[in-house]
C-alpha cells in the first residue's frame, strides 16, 4: 500500500477528492496517511480531521529560508513513511532539498493544459482570470511530477475543458476542478501505486 502525504494551503477540494476515490475505490492502492498544511486556517485541515487522517502544520515564516522549510516537510514525510508527496492546492514552493530526496515522487495539480497559463504568478483564480481575459476556447488541468521548475515536470495525465463565452473566472474554476482536477488526480495516484507510470526524460508512458 501507497503512503500519500498530501500538501494543501486552502480548501482542500482535491484532498477531498482523493479521499473519496479512496472511500469508493477508484483507489485501491494508496492512501493518505498525512496532510501537511502551510495554512492553520485551511479548511483542508477540517477535511482530515473529519476522515481521521493525521494533519501536521507547516508555516512557511516559521523557517528561515527554503531549505529548512523543505527539511520540516521532508521530517513529517519519512516520520509517515510517505513514498508518494501529492501537492493539492499547496501554494508554496519546495526547493531542491524535497525534491531531490523525492525524485519523480512528488506530483502536482495544476489548473491549465500545461505548458499553457503556468509557471511563476499562475495559481488559483489568476489562471483563470488569464484564460478568460486571453479568450481560449479550451482549457482544462493537468497533473504533472514537480521539479525545480514551477509547472515544469514531466506531464502525467492532462484533461480538457471546453469554455463557454459568459464564465466568470469562478464558474470556470470550480468547473475545471469538477470535470478535470478532482478526476485526474486520484486517478494519477491509483496509477502509480499501480506502477504503472514511467519516466523516460520529459516523457511519461502509461503502462495498460
Ligand atoms: C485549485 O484550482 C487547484 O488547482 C489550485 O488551487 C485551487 C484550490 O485547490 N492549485 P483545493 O480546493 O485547495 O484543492
Not at 472511500?23 to 492512501?31: E, F, L, S
Not at 531531490?100 to 499562475?122: E, K, M, Q, T, W
Request: net charge positive; hydrophobic share 40%.
Amino acid at each position: 500500500m501507497l503512503n500519500v502525504g498530501v500538501l494543501v494551503s486552502g480548501g482542500g477540494t482535491n484532498l477531498q477528492a482523493v479521499i473519496d476515490a479512496i472511500k469508493d475505490k477508484r483507489i485501491t492502492t494508496a492512501k493518505v496517511s498525512v496532510v501537511v498544511s502551510s495554512n492553520n486556517k485551511a479548511y483542508a485541515i477540517d477535511r482530515a480531521k473529519h476522515n481521521n487522517i493525521p494533519y501536521k502544520i507547516v508555516n512557511r515564516k516559521d523557517y528561515k529560508d527554503r531549505s529548512d522549510f523543505d527539511k520540516a516537510i521532508l521530517n513529517i514525510m519519512k516520520e509517515y513513511n510517505i513514498g508518494l508527496i501529492v501537492m493539492a492546492g499547496f501554494m508554496c514552493i519546495v526547493g531542491k532539498t524535497l525534491i531531490n530526496a523525492y525524485h519523480n515522487r512528488i506530483i502536482n495539480v495544476h489548473p491549465s493544459l500545461i505548458p499553457a497559463f503556468c509557471g511563476d504568478g499562475y495559481y488559483g483564480l489568476k489562471v483563470h482570470e488569464k484564460v478568460i481575459e486571453y479568450g481560449v476556447k479550451v482549457t482544462g488541468a493537468t497533473v504533472h511530477f514537480v521539479n525545480e521548475i514551477t509547472d515544469g515536470g514531466p506531464i502525467i495525465l492532462q484533461k480538457p475543458v471546453y469554455i463557454d463565452d459568459d464564465y466568470t473566472p469562478h464558474q470556470l474554476q470550480q468547473k475545471v476542478m469538477k470535470e478535470a482536477e478532482w478526476i485526474i488526480l486520484p486517478k494519477a495516484i491509483e496509477l502509480i501505486g499501480k506502477g504503472k507510470v514511467k519516466v523516460n526524460g520529459r516523457k511519461v508512458v502509461i503502462e495498460e
